[in-house]
């Protein structure tokens, strides 16, 4: 029992170990056909990698390859482009020299010509070097004196026509920025009446009251025909502007009698002093303008009520400031001493006769005893070229005045004036020797002159033009500017039949 126990267990045993030992081979054997296929995946990517590697290392070996041939070409190109630079340089060379010897040449040759030139003037006048040399220069002026003036002309028109461009823009740049209307105030003031029995109270018990309020104002009322109205007449604007103020407050209160006259034209001049503060101080507001003397301020205010031609002085006053202001502004100078030097430049025409002079030199007067800078003073005195200019704040003064002149409605004339102007143009103008006809047009702004062509040259037309604007302007009062347009002309004509 015993043994068969034993046996038993022995079989088991061997059994169990031989299938443990098979259990243990098949293991042994997955294992090792796992690892040999493990192997074998790693071989294949090594392989690959050894693959992908030389592939990339063959790519790279052709790029660089491609890069030395690149290279190589440009380099050979290079060397051919040095190559031809260089030959072409060769070639250059080789002209200049060929050129330095032909000039050499050709010196050499113009040397002998002048000796040989030389001896033979020496043969024939037996003249020394100096003589020889002046016949030479005298005949060589000769010869080329027309172009030479050709030449002076050209030169001189290309300036003078670049200064007229210069000008023209300036003005313009301050013109376009100026808006002014036409004046068109009366030189006489007529006062409405009510109804026609009032011109007999105005004249009064004997003339008693017309007497006073004439007295009082300082004006002459004239009462004529002309039905409801009555007509002041002063030569001074400011009292007749008074006169206006209290005649027409004694015609509506009703009452008129010497005591209510004498009353009324006392409030009437303190009005019209305070009107005259206003008008000049809106006249410094107008043109931001300040540190002036209350009576400057008061004359600007008389300058009102003053008239030059039909335009009003206070306005032409503030647009000339304007004018100066601007142009002084285009050329770099400082627009505030401009500004006041155009403002007071007819200052002079607001004072009373006590004062003697032009009105020019009395309005320079007047601010520089006000503390003027000294370019205002100069500038209001220069304006009409009684004195020198100092500045060019007197030219600026002048260029404003005259282009606030001749503005369309500016200014008015009689027609004989008129008619006086144009004829001494062309008289004027007619003077000059070689003038065959002159002619004033566009209103005596401008004047043509026919020359003779056989007589007069070019330089001479010129010059005429010079000796016609120079008289115009010495012995002609004018506002503005007068063109003068000197022609020449020749004409030739055949028929041919």
Known sequence: MNFDLTVGFVVGAVLGIALLYVAMRRRFKRLEDGLRQQLDVEAREARLALREQQSEEELEMKRREAELH???RDQTRTSEQLAEREQQLAEKNQELQRQQRGLEDAEHEAAKIRRLYRMKIHQITQMDEAGAREI??????????QEVQELRRRVLSRSEAEVADEAKRVLLAAMQRITSQPMNDATATVVNLPSEEMKGRIIGREGRNIRTFEHATGTTLMIDETPDSVLISCFDPVRREIARIALEVLLRDGRIHPSSIEEEVIKAEEEMHANVIELGETALRKLRLSSVHPEVVSLLGKLHY??????????????????????????????????RAGLFHDIGKAVDEEYSGSHAIVGADIIKQHGEDPRVVNAAAAHHKEVPAESAYAALVMVADALSAVRPGARASSIDGFISRVRSIEEIAQSQQGVVDAYAIQAGREVRVIVEPQSIDDDEARKIARRIRSRIEEELNYPGSIEITVIREQRFSEIAV
């Open 70 to 72: 690149t290279a190589e």
């Open 306 to 339: 003053r008239l030059s031609n039909n335009q009003n002085t206070l306005a032409h006053s503030v647009e000339v400031a304007n004018l100066c202001a601007l142009i002084a502004s285009e050329i770099g100078l400082d627009p505030n001493i401009a500004k």
């Open 136 to 145: 030479l220069i005298r005949d060589a002026e000769k010869d080329c004196a």
